[in-house]
């Protein structure tokens, strides 16, 4: 059971049973847990639901970063290594869990559990995470499951917790959300100089200071309700929104690379700009007009 969990027999026969040489759709289907992901679940459950739904979905997500930050530290487990295995990606952190399969797991189990979508969801997006993790030869199976499983886990704590926590958000006043807000972009902007050459803590970082900005506009200038439509107008919504993200990500993985970190972190910002200000505002421009 060990070398089935933590041996390199399954990362091997995936590689194989695909075939070797072709790490583009498995890198594609690794974003859904990646910061790009986060601004793609974001995006929709805030668009087409609005805040009631997205800053529980954001505060779960935060969780998610620091819990998985802990046992990444506690359970310093060493990646792949072993010969027969082709490297697609290489990662200096530990290796279990698989953080890209504990966001996705926690992204759309979240969306799952407040009822926006069916379950087949986020089933069908944590195995084509999770498959691309181990074809990309950056984690075990017992990684991939043990992201799944932390997850899982922790949709169903937070959840449970979610009333009481929005029950003493709601008698917090306006300038305890602009203190946060501002405490969020000195955290991000302060995090720089720690993060090395982690392109992903990179993005993270610009995500973060971008948020902190774009959600305090939104607020005072936007307020942003998703408008009653047809599924189709839900559908336009939709893919408008996650074109301005698209666009970005294509900008950031075939023009920067990971070359220029901090250009990486600004193109992040700026999707999550595109995602919580700059494409409410104007949803909300459109509405106003058809009123």
């Known amino acids: 059971m060990t070398d089935f969990f933590f041996g ?3 990362i091997i026969w995936v590689q194989e049973f695909f075939g070797r040489g072709w790490p583009a759709p498995f890198h594609v289907a690794s974003l859904l847990g990646d910061t790009w992901g986060v601004l793609l679940a974001f995006g929709v459950a805030f668009w087409l639901w609005g805040r009631g739904t997205a800053y529980p979905l954001a505060g779960i997500v935060l969780l998610e970063a620091v819990t998985n930050l802990v046992i990444n530290q506690l359970i310093h487990l060493p990646r792949p290594d072993a010969a027969g295995i082709v490297k697609y990606v290489h990662v200096t952190m530990g290796s279990f869990p698989s953080g890209h399969v504990y966001t996705a797991t926690v992204l759309w189990g979240f969306l799952y559990a407040a009822g926006r979508v069916p379950l087949a969801v986020p089933i069908l997006v944590s195995s084509a995470v999770a498959l691309g993790r181990l074809y990309l030869g950056t984690h075990f199976v017992g990684d991939v499951l043990g992201g799944a499983a932390f997850g899982a886990l922790l949709v169903f704590i937070f959840v449970r917790m979610w009333p009481h926590v ?12 602009m203190g946060a807000a501002f405490l969020g972009l000195i955290a991000a902007i302060g995090s720089t100089f720690l993060l090395g050459k982690n392109a992903r803590a990179w993005e ?3 995500v973060l200071a971008a948020a902190a900005i774009g959600l ?3 607020w005072r200038r936007v307020r942003y309700v998703p408008a009653s439509s047809s599924i189709s107008g839900r559908w336009e919504r939709m893919v408008i929104g996650v074109a301005g993200i ?3 990500l294509l900008v950031d993985r075939f023009v920067v690379g990971n070359a220029a970190l ?3 972190a600004v193109l ?6 595109w995602t919580v200000l700059v494409f ?4 909300s421009r459109i509405q106003t007009t058809q009123q």
């Open 204 to 206: 993270a970082a610009g």
């Open 262 to 264: 901090a250009l990486g």
């Open 268 to 273: 992040a910002g700026l999707a999550t700009l």
């Open 8 to 10: 390199p027999g399954p």
């Open 280 to 283: 409410p505002a104007l949803l």
């Open 246 to 248: 698209v666009m970005l």
């Open 216 to 218: 305090m506009l939104e």
């Open 166 to 177: 929005h029950a003493w958000l709601s008698r917090r006043s306006e300038s305890f959300f």
